[in-house]
C-alpha cells in the first residue's frame, strides 16, 4: 500500500476491527476455496479480513501479504489470538511481490486498490502469480455512493474533504465504480461486478453502530485534522458536518453506502 490516508493510530486499529465485524458477512462471508488450495491475501493489514477467510476456510492455506511490519506483527496475534494455524504472513510490495509466477490458486484483494495511484498495474502484478483457471476477488468501497437523510451541505463537505484528501495522496475512494474496467485492463477474463449497498435506518441498530457511526463516520473523523490543515474546510464547518451525520443516524433518518465485489479469473488456456 502506497500511502495510507487514514494513519496507522490505535483508534483507526480499532475502526478496522470494527468495519471488519460489521461487514465480513455482507462482502465476503460467502467465499469458500477448496481444500488445500493456496490463497493469497494481497494487502492483509492487520488482519480484520484474515480472521475471517481463514477461520471459514479451515483446510485452505493463506499467504498473507502487507508492506507494513508493524500490521504484520499486529496481524500474527490477531490470528494466533483466534487459533488459526491456517495462516502465513510475508512482508512485500504488490507491485513486486516476493512470489514466484503462477504461486497461488485464488487472490484475495480488499480495500487496498483505492490507496494505490496505479490500480491496474498492482492488478497485472497480482496476475502473474495466479494459476491458469484461477479466481481474484477484489472489494472496494465508493465515497461517491455515500447518501443520508437528512443530508446538509456541511455533512456532504466534510465526506468530499476525505475524497480530495485520498486523491492528493495517488488514491481514489470512488475506486468501487472503476473495478470492471481496471479488471479487463489487467488482463483477467470472465469479469463481473457486483453491488452490494449497506442501507440503515431506524430498524437496523447493528448497522446504525456498527456502520454508520463506527465505520463511515469514524473513518471520516480521522482525517479532521489533514483537512482542515489543507484549508479544504474550517473547523467550525467540520463540526457542524460531523454533527449532521450524526444526525443521520438517528431513529428517524437514513443512510447509505455502496461496495463493489469484483471476480473474476485467469483464462485456463494461458
Known amino acids: 500500500m502506497e500511502k495510507y490516508v487514514h494513519g496507522y493510530s490505535p483508534r483507526e ?44 476456510n479451515p483446510q485452505t492455506r493463506f499467504i498473507s501479504l502487507d508492506r507494513s511490519a508493524t500490521s504484520l506483527h499486529t496481524a500474527e496475534q490477531v490470528v494466533a489470538a483466534h487459533g488459526l494455524t491456517n495462516v502465513r504472513f510475508r512482508q512485500g510490495d504488490i507491485f513486486d511481490p516476493p512470489f514466484a509466477d503462477q504461486a497461488f490458486d485464488h487472490l484475495f484483494v480488499c480495500f487496498v486498490l483505492e490507496h494505490l495511484a496505479d490500480p491496474a498495474g498492482g492488478l497485472r ?13 477484489v472489494i472496494e468501497g465508493d465515497h461517491g455512493s455515500f447518501y443520508c437523510h437528512p443530508e446538509t451541505a456541511a455533512a456532504r ?15 481514489d475512494s470512488r475506486i468501487g465504480r472503476r473495478l470492471y474496467p481496471l479488471l479487463v485492463e489487467a488482463g483477467f477474463a470472465r469479469v463481473g461486478v457486483e453491488p452490494r449497498m449497506v442501507y440503515v435506518d431506524g430498524s437496523r441498530p447493528d448497522l446504525i453502530e456498527g456502520f454508520a457511526r463506527n465505520t463511515f463516520i469514524a473513518m471520516v473523523r480521522g482525517v479532521r485534522d489533514q483537512a482542515v ?17 450524526e444526525r443521520a443516524t438517528a431513529a428517524d433518518a437514513t443512510f447509505c453506502y455502496t461496495f463493489f465485489r469484483g471476480q473474476a479469473r485467469r483464462d485456463s488456456g494461458e
Do not use: S
Open 13 to 56: 486499529a480499532q475502526r478496522l476491527k470494527d468495519q471488519a465485524a460489521t461487514l465480513a458477512g455482507m462482502l465476503y462471508g460467502d467465499l469458500r476455496y477448496p481444500a488445500g488450495a493456496t490463497v493469497l491475501e494481497a494487502g492483509c493489514g492487520t488482519g480484520c479480513q484474515t480472521i475471517f477467510l481463514a477461520g471459514a
Open 125 to 137: 502484478a497480482l496476475r502473474r502469480l495466479l494459476k491458469p483457471g484461477g479466481t481474484i476477488t
Open 157 to 171: 463537505h466534510t465526506v468530499d474533504c476525505l475524497v480530495q484528501l485520498q486523491a492528493g495522496l495517488g488514491g
Open 229 to 245: 490543515a489543507h484549508g479544504l474546510i474550517d473547523a467550525a464547518t467540520w463540526n457542524a458536518g460531523i454533527r449532521d451525520l
